[in-house]
């Protein structure tokens, strides 16, 4: 039987609410997982050694307001929880600051530094602190997990882990779902203002939408990429970023005549012995495995010396696919603590 892993949830939006919907519906892949602390502005925090029902916090969420429970703790945040209860590991989902990784860097440090284990899908600190971040978790014995930051559930971080063996020398990759879907609604014939406002109108863009179609979304996971399968420690400033807007439609439908396909491209390679970084609209062949991909998938292909080319697809993005994604880091870390 699974041992029990008692986790702390530090925003509680889409994935953390998918989260709790899995473990209250006893699906296998939560099994053993306990909730003993959720800590979100919008609905304030509660925390129990003895556990909260997964149930009840998704009702509560819905009503917008943890007040009614005995363990809320007016007034506190996620470092007032993490001080007021004993769990196994912190579980990091707030919302991505790409300039500064707060406050989602300041809840890892301080959750590690007491002991705790973290899983995050929050982009941020690990494209920013990843160096830093690792060396405390090092230091305090404990895992630093943050497969749900680059393709959501598909485990895309897990697979370059295992590519840096093979000496990856480049990597091209679709990753950011909301532009993907824009270039395939373009090759339909839409124009990019209606092809933006659908991609609103399904969830894949936010109201402003700047991180996705000016490249800073698909930079910041092209730098933890980078690092993890590479080991090429590059800042998000250095990654040089065209706008999906410096491409037009009828740049867009003349590659189809072309027999190619244009796609929002985030590249490592090297050049002179350094690594160059970029996101751009790049033509690629038909032939090209990225070309395929479609609608708001996510695609990467790592070049490597000893395998040859290795091309992952799967979906990037979605609420439950990134809930799956802090259930695998989950389990690595129960794995990892045996």
Request: charged share 20%; with cysteine; proline share 4%.
């Amino acid at each position: 039987m699974r041992e029990v892993h008692r986790i702390a949830i530090a925003g509680f939006g889409n994935v953390g609410q998918a989260l709790a919907h899995m473990v209250a519906a006893g699906h296998p892949a939560a099994s053993g997982i306990v909730i003993v602390g959720v800590s979100d502005p919008r609905y304030g925090t509660v925390a129990s050694t003895e556990g909260l029902d997964a149930a009840w916090l998704l009702a509560s969420a819905g009503d917008s307001d943890f007040g009614q429970h005995g363990a809320h703790m007016p007034e506190a945040g996620v470092l007032e929880m993490i001080e007021a209860t004993d769990a196994d590991t912190l579980v990091e989902l707030t919302i991505t600051d790409l300039e500064t990784g707060e406050p989602a860097a300041t809840h890892l440090r301080h959750a590690m530094s007491v002991g705790w284990n973290v899983s995050t899908t929050n982009k941020g600190p690990i494209a920013l602190y990843y160096g830093e971040l690792l060396e405390l978790a090092h230091r305090n014995r404990v895992s630093l997990a943050f497969e749900g930051t680059v393709m959501s559930g598909t485990p895309v971080v897990s697979l370059a882990r295992h590519i840096r063996s093979a000496r990856c020398q480049a990597l091209f990759g679709i990753l950011n779902g909301t532009t993907n879907y824009i270039l395939s609604q373009v090759e339909l014939g839409v124009s990019h203002e209606e092809a933006l406002a659908r991609a609103q109108a399904h969830g894949f863009a936010e109201a402003d939408p700047s991180a996705d179609v000016d490249g800073h979304d698909a930079a910041a996971k092209l730098v933890i990429l980078a690092e993890i399968a590479a080991g090429a420690d590059l800042p998000i400033a250095s990654v040089e970023r065209v706008p999906l807007s410096s491409v037009s439609t009828d740049e867009v439908l003349a590659a189809i005549g072309d027999g190619e396909r244009v796609r929002y491209l985030a590249s490592l390679d090297q050049r002179q012995d350094q690594w160059h970084a970029s996101v751009s609209p790049r033509r690629l062949p038909d032939s090209d495995p990225l070309a395929r991909v479609v609608d708001a998938g996510n695609g990467v292909t790592f070049r490597t010396e000893l395998l040859g080319d290795v091309t992952l697809f799967g979906p990037g993005a979605g609420p439950s696919e990134t809930a799956f994604a802090v259930l695998s880091d989950l389990e690595g870390i129960q794995r990892a603590s045996v």
